[in-house]
């Protein structure tokens, strides 16, 4: 089992900042990837990024948000990051840390098997 636990969000005015935190405990050969999802509204769950935890650390970014947020990992701490910049009223949402056990990178919501609570993230216009 993999336990995921978010923090971070909260309110922010447009063009503001905030750091979402993912802190993860339990099989580390079960989590090779970590994605952040998100769900505003009345809508379907949407890919946000991704980090693979070992070696390089490659990274992947929904066109949405690439050069506004950046996704990290501390892997002495068992936390990824996310750090959003730039934030607009759209992407106001629930935010939800994911770990998928699988070598090759996915956005797909159903490829990512352990899910945190999610955080909730509100952008004001």
């Known amino acids: 089992q993999v336990q995921l636990v978010e923090s971070g969000g909260g309110l922010v005015q447009a063009g503001g900042s905030l750091r979402l935190s993912c802190a993860a405990s339990?099989?580390?050969?079960?989590?090779?990837?970590m994605g952040w999802f998100r769900q505003a509204p009345g809508k379907e769950r949407m890919f946000v990024a991704a980090i693979r935890w070992s070696g390089a650390g490659l990274t992947y970014y929904a066109d949405s948000v690439k050069g506004r947020f950046t996704i990290s990992r501390d892997n002495a701490k068992n936390t990824v990051y996310l750090q959003m910049n730039g934030l607009k009223p759209e992407d106001t949402a629930v935010y939800y840390c994911?770990?998928?056990?699988?070598?090759?990178?996915?956005?797909?919501?159903?490829?990512?098997?352990?899910w945190g609570q999610g955080t909730q993230v509100t952008v004001s216009s």
């Open positions: 994911a770990s998928r056990n699988k070598l090759d990178y996915s956005d797909y919501e159903g490829e990512y098997a352990y």
């Open positions: 339990g099989r580390t050969f079960s989590r090779y990837f």
